[in-house]
């Protein structure tokens, strides 16, 4: 069964950093592209980052280049996103999804099997 958690949310002052992990399980995961997503309350779930099968080849979104660096380690099926020099306006739920693909496409229902998500709390 495909199985995807999340984890490492976590409440910060702005300014500060969180690294979350996103354990994958049932499925090959070396194959397929990972994407991190975030939702704030009362807004769309918007892409952050995706990554391709190797690593070799990353996306963020334009809010966060510079601040956040996403990874993967295949060997122990897990995604990583680490997030330094956070601001207010990081604070969501954030989500782990897969690509239906070995590249990370442009649209979000492009991704299934969601995470159940972890709360990130930027406020002072």
């Known amino acids: 069964q495909l199985q995807l958690v999340e984890s490492g949310g976590g409440s910060v002052q702005p300014g500060g950093s969180l690294r979350l992990s996103c354990a994958a399980s049932g499925f090959s995961f070396g194959y397929f592209a990972i994407g991190w997503f975030r939702q704030a309350p009362g807004k769309e779930r918007e892409v952050v980052s995706c990554i391709r099968t190797s690593g070799g080849s990353t996306n963020y979104a334009d809010s966060v280049k510079g601040r956040f660096t996403i990874s993967r380690v295949n060997a122990e099926n897990t995604v990583y996103l680490e997030m330094n020099s956070l601001k207010p306006e990081d604070t969501g739920v954030y989500y782990c999804?897969?690509?239906?693909?070995?590249?990370?496409?442009?649209?979000?229902?492009?991704?299934?099997?969601w995470g159940q998500g972890t709360q990130v709390t930027v406020s002072s």
């Open positions: 999804a897969v690509s239906r693909n070995s590249y990370c496409p442009t649209a979000i229902t492009d991704f299934h099997s």
